[in-house]
């Protein structure tokens, strides 16, 4: 350790005194490096100032790539390596919408990932608004030759997102010429929502995208005053060839048990709109900053923490799944692979996610888990529960290996989740400190104990 971290130590130990645990003098300290530097909110300022958005196969993706590894060697870590992923390459295009009947009005869009275009020039047609699939199916073929909105409330991300999701391929199935979605989020500001869709094989692939809730709602009263609603939609949206991309990976060594290992992780790419601040800008660099503050401070683990910043999470997970299948053989060594991606407000929660666990093997491992919480206790309540852990992880959850997710207050996360709102204004810098030094503290925790999960 420098003299200058060696004396910060020694202040921070000397003013809380004697009654704190070594968990919580460490917790302190993290905490005071983290706030003085605000090392997270600095790098996110660049990522999202100097780069901004990163969608998969775009050249600002790879600039982040090349950022982070940058980055993390300048912290001090070290097996720094980008791992190669091949991804997804759908590019946006230019894209309009307007309503003709029943009273000419501009519409704000962003078509949604992965969807294909209209044909040139556009395509105008009525539109039908349905509230649920079960509303769709009675009309059946009566949506034929139409463009089907679906106007569904927003009830919770999980709830509603099928609806973004399943759409397009639903309404195709009755010959609809293209779907909209109301935005998936509980505001929106005259301001859509993007997010990934898919298509069944079994149906023509039709142009979907998001209209704003304004948009949306707009629609459903023209409708049930029984008016026409007929509407011109452009869209330029294509899906290139894969294109080269990566994971980047760096490491503390553990000193005593180096092959035993726990990875942070965020994703580094985002979508085409916004800065990709809270959709994962802030996860990525709370893991980046929890590393730093743990090698800035000298702090020798005896297991490896392994910092892994994910490709392609947004359109495709290809980074977690090539991840799985690079490292299947190391899974019995992970001791858990924690993911941040539910925005920058401060954590409240570390969720277990043990997919091919017993009942009573969920409950021993609970207990494991709460027995670090005197390493977090100076970051105010942070649950330590069963649940589920990220995306990116989840491949590898799926084959056993332990899952940890890191919950956010997200308390304003999807009234600008995927939009053009998404920028660092919205990102506040004591939250982003905060963050770092409880997932450092957390994570140090984890890698000096005993505690296996399975």
Request: some cysteine; charged content about 20%.
């Amino acid at each position: 350790m420098n003299p200058t971290r060696c004396l910060l130590c020694c202040l921070t130990v000397a003013t809380l005194g004697a009654q704190s645990s070594p968990e919580a003098l460490r917790a302190e300290t993290l905490r005071t490096e983290a706030f003085r530097t605000h090392g997270a909110y600095e790098d996110l300022a660049w990522l999202c100032d100097r780069i901004g958005h990163r969608l998969s196969g775009s050249p600002q993706l790879d600039q982040a790539i090349v950022w982070a590894q940058a980055r993390l060697k300048a912290a001090g870590l070290v097996n720094v390596h980008a791992e190669p992923v091949m991804v997804p390459h759908w590019v946006r295009g230019q894209e309009s919408a307007e309503l003709l009947l029943p009273a000419p009005h501009r519409l704000n869009i962003l078509g949604l990932g992965g969807s294909v275009g209209t044909p040139v020039g556009g395509l105008t047609a009525d539109v039908q608004v349905v509230g649920s699939f079960d509303e769709l199916d009675r009309l059946g073929e009566a949506v034929k030759g139409k463009i089907v909105l679906f106007d569904v409330p927003f009830k919770g991300y999980g709830h509603t997102v099928v609806y973004r999701h399943d759409g397009a391929a639903k309404a195709a199935k009755y010959g609809a010429v293209a779907a909209l979605v109301r935005s998936v989020g509980p505001v929106s500001l005259d301001t859509p929502h993007t997010g990934a869709m898919d298509y069944d094989p079994a149906f023509p692939k039709i142009p979907t995208a998001a209209v704003t809730i304004e948009a949306s709602t707009q629609m459903r009263r023209m409708q049930q005053r029984g008016e026409r609603i007929r509407m011109q939609l452009e869209m330029g949206a294509k899906t290139l060839p894969d294109a080269p991309s990566a994971n980047v990976v760096a490491e503390i060594r553990g000193i005593e048990r180096p092959e035993e290992i726990v990875i942070l992780s965020g994703h580094l790419d985002s979508w085409d709109v916004g800065q990709g601040a809270q959709d994962d800008g802030a996860g990525t660099v709370i893991a980046m900053e929890a590393a730093r503050l743990i090698q800035s401070l000298g702090l020798r683990p005896r297991r490896t923490i392994r910092v892994v910043l994910w490709t392609n999470e947004e359109n495709g997970l290809r980074g977690g799944k090539a991840y799985r299948d690079a490292h299947r053989a190391e899974f019995k060594n992970i001791v858990a692979a924690v993911e941040t991606d539910s925005g920058s407000e401060r954590i409240k929660a570390f969720s277990l996610d043990l997919r091919k666990a017993t009942p009573e093997a969920k409950a021993a491992a609970l207990i494991s888990l709460q027995r670090l919480a005197t390493a977090i206790e100076p970051f105010g309540p942070i649950d330590l529960r069963l649940g589920g852990s990220g995306a990116d992880v989840s491949p590898m959850v799926g084959e056993g290996v332990p899952g940890i997710g890191v919950g956010h207050a997200a308390t304003h996360y999807f009234d600008i989740h995927h939009t053009h709102a998404d920028t660092l204004d919205k990102i506040a810098k004591d939250d982003l400190a905060h963050n770092a030094a409880a997932l450092a503290a957390f994570a140090f925790a984890l890698a000096q104990s005993d505690v296996r999960f399975q």
